[in-house]
């Protein structure tokens, strides 16, 4: 079939989506087409169909020249890529059909700067979505790849990921990766974390929880949380409100938003409606592990739109290995060089009281002027910035 100029926006960086759901009608070719002529559009892709399959009811499009701009980076970016695989199957649901998704093994980041542009490769990259075509939006999506990696061409600095899952249904959105490591030029490690999971879901009573872990971080410096576990919850933001905030921050870095814009583009929102709803964000559990030392406590804080740092709130943490965080950062009379930069740190761990089998107990208030108490000291104050 001849070559057809179509733009397109189905976010080919949608590595994505889930579908659930037998074939009920077999879909036409061009009826497929229309559909993805109005995704595609909606989201500013452009591309070239190069063919196009019917096979048992669903049909298959390839496309060659995918190009989608990339936001919310320091300068502009496109994502380039070819032999993209997208299949249409119709669903048991009115106005629904079922897409999936199979990006190449290798494609480009382009920019202007030579030091912005990536070499990518993308095993097994698929994905899959429920779209309903008479709203234009995804009910559900899931997807991964099993290995991802960007390459920049000239100083060889680069990033990479494992085990890579996304995934948005209608009471979960989860995002986790393993084996993730960046390194500077030349391929100096700055960073590695063996897993990392983030996990947003609703609770009994209809209240949104949020679970973020990671395992494994080595990072070049004397203080690192090799281990973090935080379960949080709040009544005050229902699963009903926050869900359209996460769906939309999901939707947008599906489509060429920066990640690490739109994690702050979903946390200011969900920020935004609990200070508004005025309830406590609870801290259920809060573990922390590294060099020696455990921490394990629970907290509450209030989105406050007065508050100098955006929340007022308190964590109880018990800490184990006192002594060893003492001997890098010191004490107030006698701190250590690095303890030095950190004055606010040496004073908050000298506050610490006796707690239960060997542990010291830390009460930690964070007040909406800025200033830090801990078990009844002030050991940071926002205007003195010490």
């Known amino acids: ?34 559909i993805m002529d109005g995704i595609l559009m909606q989201n500013g892709i452009s591309a070239t169909e190069t063919s196009a399959e019917n096979s048992n009811g669903a049909v298959t499009f390839t496309y060659d020249g995918v190009r989608l701009d990339l936001s919310g980076y320091s300068t502009a970016r496109e994502l380039a ?11 048991d649901i009115a106005n629904q059909v079922d897409i999936d998704i199979a990006l190449p093994e290798r494609g480009k980041m382009l920019a202007d700067a030579t030091s912005d542009q990536r070499e990518l490769t993308m095993r097994k990259a698929l994905g899959s979505l429920r779209w309903n075509y008479i709203n234009g939006t995804a009910v559900n999506f899931t997807g991964g790849a099993d290995f991802l990696i960007g390459d920049e061409p000239i100083t060889r600095k680069h990033w990479l990921m494992n085990g890579l899952v996304i995934r948005w249904l209608p009471d979960e959105a989860r995002i986790s990766w393993q084996a993730a490591e960046w390194t500077g030029p030349n391929r100096e490690k700055r960073g590695a974390v063996k897993s990392t999971s983030f996990l947003l879901y609703p609770g009994e009573n209809g209240e949104t929880h949020l679970d973020y872990a990671h395992d494994g971080l080595w990072l070049p410096s004397l203080l690192q949380p090799r281990t973090v576990r935080i379960k949080s919850s709040s009544t005050g933001l229902p699963w009903l409100e926050a869900k359209p905030i996460i ?30 709803n005025g309830a406590p964000v609870k801290i259920d559990e809060i573990y922390v592990e590294g060099r020696g030392l455990e921490a394990l406590g629970k907290g509450e804080f209030i989105a406050q739109q007065a508050a100098r740092y955006g929340f007022a709130g308190q964590l109880d943490l018990d800490l184990i290995g006192r002594e060893r965080l003492q001997d890098l950062i010191g004490t107030p009379q006698s701190p250590t ?12 761990l000298a506050a610490g009281e006796p707690g239960q089998q060997g542990m010291t107990n830390y009460d930690v208030e964070l007040l909406r002027d800025g200033r830090i108490v801990v078990n009844g000291v002030t050991v940071f104050s926002a205007a003195s910035g010490s």
């Open 1 to 34: 079939m001849p070559v057809r100029r179509i733009v397109i926006g189905i976010g080919v960086s949608l590595i994505s989506i889930c579908a659930a759901g037998a074939n009920a009608f077999a879909l036409e070719t061009q009826k497929a087409r229309e």
């Open 81 to 91: 890529l070819e032999d993209v695989r997208v299949t249409l199957s119709d669903t």
């Open 247 to 276: 769906e939309k921050g999901f939707n947008d870095m599906l489509t060429g938003l920066a990640p690490r814009a739109a994690r702050r583009q979903i946390a200011n929102e969900l920020w935004q409606k609990a200070a508004d």
């Open 337 to 348: 060089l690095l303890g030095a930069l950190v004055p606010f740190a040496v004073d908050g």
